[in-house]
């Protein structure tokens, strides 16, 4: 028998998943590009959208799975890239050396539309409306919106 499909997958939850997917997806093929051709020129900065993909690529998969540990997991990932742009952006404004290339989390996730400021801030905020419902098990992360 097939399962019915996730009520967090649809409403706001569906939402907010998508763009994390699209983001995890833009991120991590803008870094490997900019590793492969100008890896010398900031690597820093490269590593670092590197490393933001992965992140946003776990906190994607943490969104859709079920039960506690992987609401944990999307917890810590949202607050890691919360905390990764308001470090990098902080950084990248007050000494724009440290940066000669934008990552993703440079000057707050501007190349980004300032997407990267504000989807931690938007998937913390869900997930504490979730809460309950997810850690007592009656919904899985991306429940009923």
Same mark, same amino acid.
């Given at each position: 028998?097939?399962?019915?499909?996730?009520?967090?997958?649809?409403?706001?939850?569906?939402?907010?998943?998508?763009? #994390?997917?699209?983001?995890?997806?833009?991120?991590? $093929?803008?870094?490997?590009?900019?590793?492969?051709?100008?890896?010398?020129? $900031?690597?820093?900065? #490269?590593?670092?959208?590197?490393?933001?993909?992965?992140?946003?690529?776990?906190?994607?998969?943490?969104?859709?799975?079920?039960?506690?540990?992987?609401?944990?997991?999307?917890?810590?990932?949202?607050?890691?890239?919360?905390?990764?742009?308001?470090?990098?952006?902080?950084?990248?404004?007050?000494?724009?050396?440290?940066?000669?290339?934008?990552?993703?989390?440079?000057?707050?996730?501007?190349? #980004?539309?300032?997407?990267?400021?504000?989807?931690?801030?938007?998937?913390?905020?869900?997930?504490?409306?979730?809460?309950?419902?997810?850690?007592?098990?009656?919904?899985?992360? $991306?429940?009923?919106?």
């Amino acid at each position: 028998m097939s399962t019915p499909p996730s009520p967090r997958t649809l409403g706001v939850g569906r939402v907010l998943i998508a763009v #994390y997917a699209i983001l995890a997806l833009a991120a991590t $093929a803008r870094s490997l590009v900019q590793i492969i051709e100008h890896f010398e020129t $900031a690597p820093v900065a #490269y590593i670092l959208s590197a490393l933001a993909g992965l992140v946003y690529i776990l906190a994607t998969i943490a969104l859709v799975k079920r039960g506690p540990t992987w609401y944990r997991i999307a917890w810590i990932t949202i607050t890691f890239e919360l905390v990764g742009v308001l470090v990098v952006g902080t950084l990248s404004v007050i000494d724009p050396q440290l940066f000669p290339a934008d990552s993703v989390w440079s000057y707050f996730g501007r190349g #980004y539309v300032f997407i990267p400021l504000v989807l931690p801030i938007l998937g913390m905020i869900w997930l504490r409306r979730r809460r309950s419902e997810i850690l007592e098990g009656h919904a899985p992360l $991306a429940a009923r919106s």
